[in-house]
């Protein structure tokens, strides 16, 4: 467009990155669902709740080392699993 806006025209046949984010969601869903319920925790309060690893392991009373690990194998096994399919 123009004025440095975009137009509904241009965005046809472009991809929604809300809709991707949407159906990204959607497929992690199930396997949020298997996940442990500390692991589930510490995935909301780190991606929802924006707190740091340091702020969550005193919430749940471990180390921040131990946030660390759990984050990393919990988003692992994600990934392995939005892989698979």
Do not use: C, W
Request: aromatic residues 6%; without cysteine; hydrophobic residues 35%.
């Amino acid at each position: 467009a123009e004025n440095g806006t975009t137009s509904f025209a241009d965005q046809l046949g472009s991809e929604d990155e809300h809709l991707e984010n949407l159906e990204y969601r959607a497929s992690l869903a199930p396997e949020m669902g298997k996940l442990p319920e500390r692991e589930r925790r510490i995935l909301y309060l780190r991606f929802y709740k924006g707190l740091t690893q340091s702020e969550i392991a005193d919430r749940l009373g471990i180390s921040q080392m131990h946030v660390s690990r759990l984050l990393n194998r919990t988003l692992m096994h994600l990934r392995e699993a939005l892989e698979e399919e």
